[in-house]
């Protein structure tokens, strides 16, 4: 398996554009995890599904954000529209009842 | 609410000298501890839960319930180490979420 896979690796944008990131977790995990990392306020859990259901989404900043699972294999992360201070990494996760997440690579968020 | 802490954001050492890369939690619950780390523009990844006991690359964390801390030790640091170091506890009763501390860079000159 090649891990979790996000995309794009980087994406740099506009204030007031639609921004949507991607995620293909690992195959069999029921457990997907959206995190954001900053230098002020290091990782945060945004959201997370369980069995592409989303349990706890007390983590998104704001309405601007949403996020959606389809289907066990994807998951987007969208931001409209988007704003400076959203820059950051956004990592992607799964899990499976082991308890181990495993990280993509992320994606590196520049809102200019 | 469960918390996690990581005191110092940057630890600087020599090359050979120990480690300890300080975490303390607050939890209700039964505590699953784990420590994560990011390499130069790699991937999170797990270094060790403190479930397994093990040493993974040269580095123990024991879990001390009676402090609530789960330090990161290494008794002589290697270059390859520098990496941003996060404690993570894992909050069994809302699914597998991780609750990350601040993280702690870690830099070990030569």
């Known amino acids: 398996d090649a891990g979790v896979i996000q995309s794009p690796r980087h994406e740099v944008t506009e204030m007031g554009q639609e921004v949507t990131l991607r995620c293909k977790p690992i195959s069999g995990h029921d457990y997907l995890f959206w995190y954001r990392q900053t230098m002020m306020r290091g990782l945060e859990l945004l959201i997370y599904f369980n069995n592409n259901v989303p349990i706890d989404d007390s983590g998104m900043p704001e309405d601007r954000f949403s996020a959606k699972m389809p289907n066990a294999s994807f998951s987007t992360l969208k931001i409209q529209p988007s704003e400076p201070r959203d820059s950051a990494v956004y990592f992607c996760?799964?899990?499976?009842?082991?308890?181990?997440?495993?990280f993509g690579q992320g994606t590196r968020l520049t809102v200019v | 609410a469960q918390r996690v802490t990581q005191p110092e954001k940057l630890l600087s050492v020599f090359k050979g000298a120990p480690v300890e890369l300080k975490c303390n939690y607050s939890?209700?619950?039964?505590?699953?501890l784990f420590w994560y780390v990011q390499y130069s523009r790699q991937r999170l990844q797990l270094l060790l839960r403190?479930?397994s006991r093990e040493s993974i690359k040269g580095f123990t964390a024991d879990l001390n319930k009676g402090e609530t801390s789960f330090h990161l030790k290494k008794p002589f640091a290697q270059e390859e180490d520098s990496a941003m170091y996060y404690c993570a506890l894992l909050v069994l009763n809302a699914g597998n979420m991780l609750t990350f501390g601040g993280g702690t860079r870690l830099m070990v000159k030569p």
């Open positions: 996760a799964s899990s499976s009842q082991s308890a181990e997440a495993f």
């Open positions: 939890y209700s619950g039964s505590p699953e």
């Open positions: 403190h479930i």
